[in-house]
């Protein structure tokens, strides 16, 4: 959905963004992640032309954008930042309305966009419609900034750390609405964050960047599982790395086919987290497991628990 | 009728003194007893009246347009080089006295219309440009990012758009600003309608006539900033209290027609206009 070739861009003598080849597939959340100055957004802003390439193409499906006028090029795109900047001047339906009304909809297309867009975000449309941007909370704020980086039907969503401003409690559910909207609408997302918990969450694809290159590509389950570079590893907290894979592997990866044991079954898809919260609270040190349908499959146990080795190995193995 | 709105009682007030004024003669004879001539008696009142509105109406129109005109021109990248030349010329002509001005485009134009229109004109020239700038200036970084990243044209954001690309990307989005377009219009107003508040708040700050006028003025700065969009450029107000009391002036007439209220303010600006 979105390919980049070779691309570099250069402020100065420093280079922001260092030969990147990277391919977005369609229907996926593909997160960039890296310290303060990785060029993770210096990417990002290139897609909509906010920077241009100094080296390099961009394609958004078939099309160069180069080849586009930005400001139409940029209404094919949704785009939410951490600041959110709604117009204060603005209610939020016309905030929402601000692609739509750029590419000209009908004034009820427009009208039924927002009331659809409002719902989706959960913003009781009659409380909400009419209300300024001074009036929102910052969850709010964020909920109605995504509902206009979608407002137009864009081919791709581009989110800089949208939800970094927010507090725990909101960014929690801000990133279960994002997936959800995501599954909903299939629609191609390209995520910068500078938080690993909320890339492994969000990602199905994980992108790592340091002083401009990827240095690690991969699933949340494979990064948890090989790092594979040393600051991959120290995003990923770097003694508390362990902690993590406790909520990316599932307790499948630790079954021990046909063995018995007591106590209520887990089901297999569930976090290893899971499991070991339940062996800790009940005292346990095995637990039954099942399948979705609730058939019994066998058991996990606790010592298997630090068999955390790279999955590729262990398969081979 | 709400006693507050202003636009019935300045109409009320205005039809008194213009037909009620001269039939006050005797107590002015009364007063100045020593003038032959205590009241203007060569023209009626309407009509001087008619002669001041078409005044300051066209001095202030000329003003607001140029001033805006020259403001956005100084903020575009490739304007910004004339900003300081551009703000201390229009210093240079609030400085002038008004009636200096008349003093030497007098002998030069003659009396009559144009003299007077050429004073009032640079006379305006500095708040409307100084205002817009900082206007413009003071817009938050984050919305100018939102407006571009949404896809706004440079003209109708009215922001900075520094394209590197090829030289004829930039005749090309010349074109395409040049383009009259039903999208656009809509933004750019608003941007005018800024404009507009922050020269009635200029000229409030000015202190320009009375207390009574003061308070109009920072009164139309306010509405225009609720009704026109105007909470864009967020400007101080001189006072926190005139502040919130307009404030509640504003969310009860938020509905009120757009129209009105420019009408309304421009008036009182161009009335400070002709105090000056």
Redesign the interface.
């Known amino acids: 959905m979105i390919t980049f070739e070779n691309v570099t861009r250069i402020f100065g003598t420093w280079k922001a963004v260092d030969n990147v080849s990277l391919k977005v597939e369609p229907g996926e959340l593909l997160v960039l992640i890296g310290p303060s100055g990785s060029g993770k957004s210096t990417l990002l802003r290139m897609v909509?032309r906010?920077i241009?390439p100094t080296f390099g193409t961009i394609k958004l499906g078939n099309d160069n954008i180069?080849s586009l006028?930005?400001?139409?090029?940029?209404?094919r795109i949704g785009?939410a930042?951490q600041?959110?900047?709604?117009?204060?001047?603005?209610t939020v339906e016309r905030n929402i309305a601000?692609?739509p009304?750029?590419l000209?909809w009908s004034k009820e297309a427009i009208a039924k966009r927002v009331e659809e867009l409002l719902v989706l975000l959960q913003l009781d449309p009659a409380r909400y419609r009419k209300a300024f941007p001074h009036e929102l909370s910052g969850g709010q704020a964020q909920r109605v900034?995504v509902a206009?980086a979608l407002a137009g039907n864009p081919e791709v969503l581009?989110m800089d750390e949208p939800f970094g401003a927010l507090d725990p409690i909101t960014r929690a559910a801000l990133q279960a609405e994002t997936l959800r909207i995501q599954r909903q609408l299939g629609k191609t997302i390209l995520f910068v964050t500078h938080d690993m918990d909320e890339a492994l969450r969000l990602g199905t694809r994980i992108v790592v960047l340091d002083q401009g290159k990827p240095v690690r590509i991969g699933t949340p389950a494979e990064i948890v599982a090989d790092p594979g570079h040393a600051l991959v590893t120290e995003l990923l907290g770097g003694e508390s790395l362990g902690l993590r894979r406790l909520s990316i592997e599932t307790v499948a990866s630790r079954l021990r086919k046909g063995e018995k044991a007591k106590g209520t079954a887990i089901a297999a898809t569930a976090p290893l987290g899971e499991a070991l919260a339940r062996m800790l609270s009940e005292s346990v040190e095995t637990l039954p497991v099942r399948d979705e349908a609730g058939k019994a499959l066998g058991s996990v146990h606790l010592s298997d628990f630090p068999r955390t080795l790279k999955p590729k190995k262990a398969v081979k193995a | 009728m709400n006693a507050r709105a202003p636009i019935p009682w300045a109409v009320i007030l205005t039809v008194i003194v213009t037909f009620g004024l001269p039939l006050a003669r005797p107590i002015f004879a009364y007063m100045f007893p020593e003038l032959p001539r205590p009241l203007y008696e060569e023209d009626p009142f309407w009509l001087l009246l008619l002669d001041h509105l078409g005044l300051v109406a066209v001095s202030g129109a000329i003003s607001v347009l140029g001033g805006i005109a020259l403001a956005i021109a100084v903020t575009r990248p490739w304007g910004a080089d004339f900003r300081s030349l551009v703000e201390t010329l229009a210093a240079m002509g609030q400085t002038f006295p008004p009636v200096a001005v008349l003093a030497v485009a007098v002998p030069a134009l003659g009396f009559g219309i144009w003299p007077a229109i050429i004073a009032l004109t640079l006379y305006g020239l500095l708040p409307v440009t100084e205002n817009t700038v900082a206007g413009l200036s003071q817009i938050a970084p984050a919305i100018k990012e939102a407006a571009r990243g949404s896809g706004m044209t440079p003209w109708c954001s009215n922001l900075n758009h520094h394209q590197r690309g090829h030289r004829s990307h930039r005749l090309d989005r010349r074109r395409q600003v040049a383009r009259p377009s039903h999208h656009r219009r809509p933004q750019c107003l608003q941007h005018s309608l800024c404009a507009a508040g922050r020269i009635a708040h200029r000229l409030t700050r000015l202190g320009a006539g009375s207390a009574l006028r003061t308070s109009q003025l920072a009164r139309a700065a306010l509405e225009i900033r609720c009704n026109g969009g105007c909470a864009m450029n967020s400007y101080p107000v001189a006072s926190t209290d005139l502040d919130h009391q307009l404030a509640e002036i504003c969310a009860a007439e938020q509905a009120k027609e757009r129209f009105w209220c420019i009408l309304e303010s421009l008036d009182n600006v161009l009335a400070v206009f002709d105090l000056a």
């Open positions: 909509n906010l241009e180069a006028q930005p400001e139409v090029l940029r209404r785009y930042i600041s959110v900047g709604l117009f204060p001047h603005w601000t692609v009304a750029l000209g900034g206009r581009l």
